[in-house]
Structures are given as C-alpha cells and as structure tokens.
C-alpha cells in the first residue's frame, strides 16, 4: 500500500486517564517506515498525507492497532477441515472457552489460506470495539481496519517463545498463542521454555509484511462499517462524455442516411428526366417526364396502362374459380378495366375480387342479380396497382 498509518489504540484501562502516554504510531510509505513515534505526530502525518487524499484517496490507509491486553489471540488446529469451517469451529470453540457473557464479547476467527493451517482467532469485548471506535471518531477518524496487534508478532522458534516489543507494549507469542506480557504468567506458560527477546528489526518486518495481508480484522460482523457509495468525479464526467458521444452519434446516424436518401431520389430523378428527353419529352422534373409517359402510352394503348395487364390479373384470378364467367369486359385509356361478372354463387365472385385485391389492385364491385338466377356484380379494375 502507497501510504499508510499505523496507529496504536490506547488500552481499555487508559481510556480518560490523562496522565497515559500518547498512542504509538508508524508512517509506512510504500512498505517502508519514514516516520514513527509515541506523541501527537502522528495528527501532523495523517494531515500530511492528506495533501494527497484529494486525487488518490485509496491510496491513504490508516489501520489502528489493538493492543494485546484487550485483544489477545489464539491459533487453533483443525486438520480435517476446509478453510471456512476451520474459522467456523474455532470462533465458536473460541466462545465457549471465554469467561463472561457470550453476547458482550466480540470474537473474530480469520480464515486460513489452505486446508491444515492453525486458524487465528481473537477475543476482545463490545464494550472494548464502542470505546476504541469512539475514540476514533473523536479524532475524526475511520480506520480501514482494526488489527490485533498481537497478530503481527511471527510465530516462534520450536521450544522457545518471543517477547516482543511492539508500540510501547511487551507482547509474548507461543506457537499457539499471543498475549500482552505478565510477570507472573509467563514463567507459567513457558514451562521451562526459552522466552527469548526478539530483534526490533525482525519485528518491523513482520509487521510490515502483515499489512499486505492481515490475519484478521477487528472490524467485522455487527462491526463492520457500512458501505458507502460514492461518485466518482472523473467517472461522472467519462459518463456524460461517452452519453454526449452516443446522443451525437444517434442523431449523425438518420441524418447521415436522409442526406444518402436525398443524393440517391436527385440522382434517380435526373436519370429520368434524362431518359424522357431521349424519347423526345422536354420536362422540369421526373413526375413531369414520369406523367408525360403514361399520358403517350395510354393514347397508344401500351405500357402499365395497356388492356393486357388488368386483364391478365383478372384471367388468373379466375383460373381459381371456375364456376365464375365473364359477360362483359372494356378497357379505356386511362388504364381501368370494366366487367361484369357472373357465378352461381357470392362467394365466387367474392374470391376472384379478393385475387386481384392480392395483387395490389385497386377495385369496386356492384352486386346486382342475373335474370337466369345467378349472382353477378359490375367490376372495376384499375390498371396501375
């Protein structure tokens, strides 16, 4: 992480207590300690690193530190188990280990990286996680996480202990436990074991590499800090450019194509009206050449408005209805088609209307009765669909 703060919270029992020293703290730039102390510094740090929290805000961590003597840890095996039941098993074997009210005390178990690793488990108290909190946000801070101390300690050699000093704090760590320093217990617990005193410099690394991935977080269940949303500025405005882009884009695409539309009719129309002046038609526009046309091939009774082609349409319309005859039929010039049309039945000539109505002819139709009891009807047929 590119700039962090490491801050030791004050133990439960100096909360208030004026006369405590200030809590420790640590400045870690990019994995490297640039400034440490047991004062007020470490406000001037946080408000330094602040310079750069406007444009890189994730890159500004501040992690509090438990101490030992509020939140001392154990490891727990569980050979047989997956990662998540092995956590599982030791919060509540965890729970049934502690002294006092199960629902004031606060027990977080981390989560081991492979099945057979000891599962890291501590124990504090909800009493403890409200005052730690609230001392934090007295300050005006919010931490990214809250870390047992005693968790950063490395485990230690087979058949000795470490005493670590860490913050201010005498910490003891044993392959299975981490807790804060007793005069009295620690001979207990050694039991003839070497407590040997671990190098500074050893410790710093520990600790160092502990913020890459910490064992646990105090700040979880019923603690964990709620999320909030938030927007960005920078996606804000890549937002609005890339719906500005798509507005213009959806406007260019209709008008891109009208203005084709509009090129391909004036190319068309010219290459009509350039056609009609080869036949000798002198026109303004296509409609005019178009109309002009029409009004010579009806007079010489060809092209679209010739008898052939409405009379085709009916002959085939027909050929699906045989009970339907023909008893009259004309033509004029204007391209329509006049019979009269015979059938035993409605239904027939209804058939026969409906083929050329198909066919995108345009048609009326008068019903009226034959003297030889058939149905017949006066069709109209316009010639140009």
Known sequence: MARTLLLWLPRIAALGDRSAPPPAWLRVDDGVIVDSGQDEGWVDAWERSGEHRGEAGEDDLLIALAPAAD??????????????QAAAAARIDALRDSLGDAAALHIVAGEPAEAGQAVPVATTTQAAMRAWTGWLEAQG???????P???LVPPPEADALWLAEVGGERIVRTPDRAYASDPEIDPLIAAGRTIAPLDADRMQQALLLSLAAPALDLLSGAWKPKRRWAVDPGLLRLAGRGLLALLLVSVAIPVVHAVRLASDTRRADAAAVAAAK????AAPDASAAEAEIDRRLAAAGGGPLAFSVPASALYDAMRDAPGVTLRTLAHRTDGTLTTTLAAPRTDDINQVLLALQARGYRITAQPMAGTDGQQMANVTIRAVP
């Not at 939140?71 to 998540?84: E, I, Q």
């Not at 080869?278 to 038609?281: E, K, S, T, V």
């Open 141 to 147: 801070l919010a931490p990214a996480a809250i870390l």
């Open 149 to 151: 101390v005693a968790a």
């Open 278 to 281: 080869q036949a000798g038609i």
């Open 71 to 84: 939140a001392p840890l154990r490891w727990l095996s569980y050979p047989d188990a997956a990662p998540a």
